[in-house]
């Protein structure tokens, strides 16, 4: 395994509402190499693009990160304060969200979009720009870039405005780039066609991804690692084999049993009862244990890591036998 | 096969864009540009047979929302016909209790529940008026409805917001069941939803189906959803029906391009990292669909008659059909 | 709505403190206007009670009894005196007339302390004199200024003749009542506090009855172009954005020119003002709530339209509409006001706020500032608490600026 430039330790993010706390990320550790897409999948709720968002310092109010470290490159970024993050942002960890609309600015033209995002870091002659902007266009896959560049968001597909939102994510080098369910709005094929720009263009430029979704399918072929997220807390981390065809934590077992193509077609799927629990009302214990059916008296205590492999951790007391 | 439930002829819908009657009459004296006509459905022919479940699906803007709308009657057509039990909805859509045999679950569980309401009200306030159930009975009755979709008794006095996204979705079910329906028709039911209560819900139609052997017709762009809970599928593309055939064979042996392409698009849960085909080509705008074939710019088969000659759907096979000049059956 | 939801609105409302002031005021300008019978002073609306004396009067004078002038006559009869008034209107003063002393006779009036301007005796014979009083250059008349004892004294050298008839002439000075302006008096002499409660009233009515009336019309057309569309929807909206391009105060007038002023006429010229904002807003919010699923199903349960717009679209396009609400009533009030400032809106003897500030306008650089001021500031305090509550009300309504 590469040596992983990005490191989150043990991260706290908490909402401080009038109606209790929410924690919503609880004692997150991961890291992620060079080249390597690493994903997050959970349900609603479970922390996952908290965890995107407090890596990017876009926590707002009455959030906050509790404790905890992020370090990209060794440098430490909770520390930062609002003005360093910002040249970090962007710079050197560009994010990806579900919908374009929310990253373009629909009375702005793609150029300018684009010009300016690279303006806001760097200062670069307008033609140097614009060969850096056709040439990120071209590798996220958009037919004729030249003439792209001169339109506005909503004369574009869903897919294609997707598609400058992650050029854009490209045009500064980036070492991280997190994508928050970036194709779950997109048809199938434009989904696949996306992942398979992406993944180039991750093992070409050597970058670093986190994969934020609810979707085990689409991890599954685009993945080196993946990472398991219920109610604010980590139940399993591994690589894809080790998740998919290995899993050893109840809930991931039964999350991938819950998947329609995992089913005899026609037979009742194989579902988890009941409810997420409240993140306000956890106890110390497994969070999953209210749902869990190997659950015992000890799933109440704090659960310890366990380490499976060099890079399969699961936390679990009862992990089924491989 | 049995006595179709429902039966479309040719069903066609088509919105204009961007029309006015104020700028309609400019247009009409000015001679202005015509205003632009989206057809979401096109000429599209089906049928269900009693306790079946046909499956719909295609990606956005194929039109399978309006499709579930004109068949849940409660959109006009613009040309076409529709039959529930052989009579036709203009007569059936008359009378009011008859028509509440054809019922609908919607996409979204928060928007499709009205906030101001308890859940109560929204279940039963359909049937009491109907006169389904008397009004004094109705509570129970709403209780025992909801008890049937696995929600419990005091759900009758809260507010759609209280419940989680898979409860609100069993509220919708209910809602559907209260007035007894004999068709049912689910647009995205599942699609808003966790994998885990995906799976919950997906769980609770099947149960509704198996005891009251409704017929069910299920939309869908998820082919993992449709795969598992359908008998026979029909694959849309722009505005029309490709492909129609029984789920078995359809997923083992796809005959339209279209088809394959979206099972090739599917992603599955595999071990192994895929090699992705790069796909090539956007989904033309519904608005401005290519001529002939609507699928030819993105066929790698295509010929230069599917530009212009529009494909009917035929039968290859029996019980399969497609709309593909240049593929015959195998 | 439940308890718990009121509660939880009651809470986020209560967070901010300018919206707690604005409700608290809007909830005492209510009761002003309710109860203002009550708590006014005097009665603006009685003509009879008006005295020009008062007019224009600062704030915290009181009110002036007007000065008088009495007469009687007086008989002497040797060691007696007759008096006989001789005003010709009743007087709170009377004159009293007693002998002092053998040729002395006393003149003096009732109440004794009386503040008076003169004191005057006429047809004195002559070698009789008022004492410390001064006669008038040809006529045998006598005159005190400004008595101490309010007495005159008559003395002659011999005895006064039996079957003298004397002429008392008593004037007394203003005098002050106890009854304060306490925000001083208008042109016409009327009590500034009872007429600006007289005020609120008529503003809070209007501001209500016309404000809520245009709620019901706007609402109910806005609520049909939605649900009807085409020609119905295009020829109401049409009619909207024609209302709305015309100045609002330029309908008032021209409307109130036509009909004459009024109560009424004003509540009926807002109205038409202002039901074009409730059925744009109706209008959108119910097109949109339209395009919700939760509509959809209520059509596929196969209810009315009317059920469907009455009970599942209309109570969801509420919120917005009550805050629209709440500010339409400031600017009915404000309409109001400008429509009788300029003189079109209510009649002289029924002042509103506009009225009083309008008739105040003139006297304003003469230093007497207090008849527009006042209710200058009564009126600019209740339509900045009506638009801050509605402000409060449009935010909470928003979810995104609420976390």
Redesign the interface.
Known sequence: MSKAFFQVDDLNTWFFTRKGTIKSVRDISFDVSRGEVLGIVGESGSGKSVTGMSIMGQIDEPGRIVSGSISLNGEELTKLDFEEMRRYRGNRIAMVFQNPLMTLNPLMRVRDQMYEAIGAHEDVPRNAMHKRCIEALRAVGIPSPEERLNAYPHEMSGGMRQRVVIAIALLLGPDLIIADEPTTALDVTIQAQIIYQIRRQIDERGLGMIWITHDLSTLSELADRIMVMYAGAMMEIGTTEEIIGGARHPYTRKLLDSVPSRNVPGEKLKQIPGNMPSLMALGEGCPFASRCERVTEICREPVPATQLSDTHRIWCLHPFEN | MNEPIFEANDLSRSFTVGSSPFRDLANHFLHDRQPTVLRAVDNVSITLAEGETLGVVGESGCGKSTLARLIAGILPVSSGERRFRGEAYESLLARKRDALKIQMVFQDPLSSLNPRLRVGEIVGEAAVLHGVVPRAKVKDYVVEILARVGLPADSVGRYPHQFSGGQRQRVGIARALAVKPQMLICDEAVAALDVSVQAQIINLLMDIKRDSGLAMIFISHDLGVIRHLCDRVAVMYLGRVVELAKTSELFASPTHPYTRMLLEGMPKISMQRRKFMPIQGEIPSPLNPPAGCHFHPRCPIATDHCREIRPELREIKPGHMHACLNIEAR | M?IADFQDFA?RFAESRSAVISLAVSVLFIVCAVFAPLLAPTDPYDLTQLQLSDALKPTGSKRMLPGEEVRANIRVDGGTASVQPASPTPTRLSIVASPCGPNCLAVGVEPPDAKLASLQVRNLPAGATVEGGRKHPIQPWWTLDNPDSNQARITSAGPLPAGLTLLAIAKSLEQETGFVFRLGTDNFGRDMLSAILYGIRISVYVGLVAAGAAMVLGTALGLLAAWRG??AD?VIM?AVDFMLGLPALLVGLAILAILGNGVSKVVLAVVIVQWSYYARTARSFAISELG???V????????SPV?IMLR?VL??CMPQIIVLFTLNIAAAISMESSLSFLGVGLPLTRPSLGMLIASGYEFIFSQKYWISIYPGIVLLVMIVAMNLLGDRLRDLNNPRLD?
């Open positions: 439940n809470r085409g020609v295009a049409r919700k699923e939760y959809e199903a209520a059509r596929c349960l196969r209810l059920r599942h109570p969801n976390r």
